[in-house]
């Protein structure tokens, strides 16, 4: 008999609140509330899934079961995953919770009042309170200009249905026409209270890299040929979209001049980087020089509240660009190679969106940075040809070295240690595609289980280091 207090005591102590949960299983949160509370049972396969979610068995439910451990290598469910679309988002930085989330949710709302000649907003929650910091407030007005916008902070109110919610108003001469509460629920992804979720489709069958390997073994194509089967023939449009987007960045980055919003002084270095040439650079500086100031500049971009790509989020957008756009003008590749080798990061950064996290504020920044590293390494892997077993000791290699690091930004923006942590990731996820090439046969720990420690690794990790400016370096006033 399954027990709806042992669901809600996994769900809790994996960190996931029901919305949360939900919203990974693909069902509402009431439907997660009615499990709880005993008024129903999720089916077969729901139950599955929240097993591999929560890290448990499924005996784990059961009045009389224990804990055991979800086994990530067995492969045995298949939930499937997301489509790519929902992992590479173009939106405005610098957080994706706090300004792509309130810009969608302010499209989305304007574009249901044309009529509307002017909104005002409410933010609650953490919205409310690290909104200034993050550039919420700016983002708004600039997504619902022309028309006048007012925006107030609300720091008081704690009876909210998440912690990062907004209530919109629509106004026609001075009327209120309508009202909308929404909440930005991680991964720019909205939700509008009282109205249907928008649960995006499951597009794969698989969802470990075993099992991907294991299919693209037998039927003997790469990675990224998979991608396109999950995702059918018309994706490469729009990768070539997120790439344009990527290289747009980093050029518009590489000029920009200036202090970064935000009140902690820090200058852009992008461009400065970008033109330090010695006249005896040797390669390797020039190298390291050249693809650090291609990161530095998408995060720049980020920092500045400008369009960045999420790879796999705001805050780590410049890591797979940088090193991207060096390959492609070293090699003078095609943008068909690069497009190949995004569906082949994109895949790695969803199977640890799927398995793990992405979010900071869940597990801390291995899951942003040490993802964006992981998906870099598996696209050069493929810009280099690399078989599938090397690619994926690249991608595991890339994560390992991340495990356990903290997400802890000076006054909650996205800049200090953010920017510089692209850029070493960079260089990183170079480091880790030359070493899989040369090592590949030693290797022992395969990427399902890596990710899984992450996510373990970031479950155990101490609040204080998961965006919450309680620790870290984030204690330093400067
Ligand atoms: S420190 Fe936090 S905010 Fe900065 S990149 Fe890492 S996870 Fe994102």
């Not at 037998?218 to 040929?225: A, H, Q, S, T």
Request: aromatic share 6%.
């Amino acid at each position: 008999m399954l027990d709806g207090d042992k669901i809600r005591k996994y769900r809790e102590k994996a960190g996931f609140t029901q919305l949360a949960l939900g919203a990974r299983l693909g069902i509402s949160d009431r439907a997660v509330s009615k499990w709880e509370r005993g008024l129903s049972l999720p089916s077969a396969e729901n139950l599955l899934a929240l097993s591999r979610v929560l890290g448990v068995s499924v005996d784990a439910f059961r009045a009389d079961g224990d804990e055991g451990t979800a086994a990530p290598d067995a492969g045995v469910t298949a939930c499937g995953m997301e489509s790519l679309r929902e992992l590479y988002k173009l939106g405005r930085g610098p957080s994706s919770s706090h300004t792509i989330g309130p810009e969608r949710a302010c499209l989305r709302f304007a574009g249901r009042y044309p009529t509307a000649d002017a909104f005002a907003v409410t933010l609650y929650g953490s919205l409310a309170k690290t909104g200034k910091g993050h550039g919420t407030e700016e983002v708004i007005r600039k997504t619902l200009s022309p028309r006048p916008v007012t925006v107030r902070l609300d720091t008081v109110k704690t009876d909210l249905p998440h912690p990062n919610t907004m209530e919109i108003s629509a106004l026609r001469e001075g009327a209120l026409l309508a009202r909308a509460r929404v909440m930005s629920v991680g991964g720019g992804s909205i939700v509008f209270e009282g109205e249907r979720e928008e649960v995006p489709p499951r597009v794969s069958r698989e969802d470990t890299f075993s099992a991907i390997a294991t299919l693209c073994a037998r039927e003997d194509i790469r990675l990224w040929e998979y991608v396109v089967r999950t995702e059918g023939e018309d994706f490469f449009a729009f990768l070539s979209t997120v790439w344009e987007q990527m290289k747009r960045s980093i050029r518009e980055g590489l000029q920009g001049e200036g202090v970064l919003p935000g009140g902690l002084g820090v200058e852009r270095k992008a461009r400065t980087l970008y033109a330090s040439q010695h006249i005896d650079e040797s390669p390797e500086v020039y190298e390291n020089r050249t693809v650090c100031a291609y990161a530095f500049a998408v995060s720049e971009q980020n920092a500045a509240g400008e369009t960045i790509v999420t790879a796999p989020t705001c805050g780590a957008a410049g890591v797979l660009p940088a090193v991207l756009y060096y390959e492609q003008k070293k090699r003078r590749l095609p943008d068909e190679a690069i497009l190949r080798a995004l569906a082949t990061a994109g895949l790695v950064g969803n199977l640890i969106k799927t398995n793990a996290s992405i979010s900071g504020a869940e597990c801390g920044c291995q899951v942003e940075i040490g993802s964006a590293c992981a998906m870099a390494a598996a696209a050069l892997g493929e810009l280099y040809g690399l078989s599938l077993d090397k690619i994926e000791y690249a991608a595991e290699i890339a994560i390992e070295h991340h495990l356990g690091l903290t997400c802890d930004p000076i006054c909650g923006l996205v800049q200090i240690p953010c920017i510089e942590r692209n850029a070493v990731a960079a260089m990183r996820a170079k480091n880790a595609v030359s070493l899989a090439s040369f090592l590949y046969e030693t290797r022992k720990i395969s990427l399902d289980r890596v990710i899984h420690t992450m996510k373990e690794t970031g479950l155990d990790m101490n609040a204080a280091y998961k965006e919450t400016s309680e620790g870290g370096l984030a204690r330093i006033r400067l």
